[in-house]
């Protein structure tokens, strides 16, 4: 099964400092992705206007993946010093419930281009502090480079969940697979650029999730930079009746 949300379809909000938007909106009640996809539980995408920035209030324990693909932030939280994250920085940490973080643009005349993901931990006992590591466009050029981690090999950061984050920028014509093991998931996201995926066509913007499939396999149509979870759990089955119904609105 694979289920599309289109850039359209993610909840927008924003005004001339801040531009947001949410591929899975909590407060949507008729949306089977109300609540995310497995244990990824957000998927933002920020554009910050310089001095202002975003604050993330979660209910419940989580991990957080911060990617600062344009810019450089300040990001603050209770469990670790305020910091920069810079352009090509991923950052990773533990949040508390009803904990507060916040980020903010630390330029002056540059806006900041920020993805956050978060997820539900794989434990009951978050570890305090946070990892930051830069990979950058040569290392994820042309591969699905390996970002983060269970155990953190491959140089990744150590994320406390059952979760693989991947990164790639590929040329026009680039093909990619990626093998999802048995009683796994896994979401796409078009970060910038244009795929043909299953015969149908995703461009920025644009995501995918899969339960119960072997494989994510995905053309380039342009140069294009895209985001993989690979996810340690299937889709609950109460939540797959209101996935397949909106499975179709895709454009060929």
Known sequence: MMIVRKSEERHHTGNENQKTWMTFNSANQADPLQNGFGV??????????????????????MVVVTYVREGIIIYKSPLEK??????????RINVTAYSVQS?????TVDEAHVFQSAFTPGTDLLEAGGE???FTLTERKGILKLIASPDGKEASLKIQQDVQIYSTLIHKGNHMIHEIKPGRSAWLHVVKGRILMNEMMFSTGDGAGFSDEMVVSFTAQEPTEILLFDLGSQVPEEIKPGLESKSQPASV
């Open 103 to 107: 980020a903010v643009n630390a330029s």
């Open 40 to 61: 990824l539980k957000i998927l933002n995408e920020e554009i910050l206007s310089p001095g202002s920035g975003f604050i993330l209030h979660t209910h419940k324990d």
């Open 82 to 91: 305020p910091g920069l994250v810079e352009i090509n920085d991923f950052h």
């Open 132 to 134: 930051k590591k830069i």
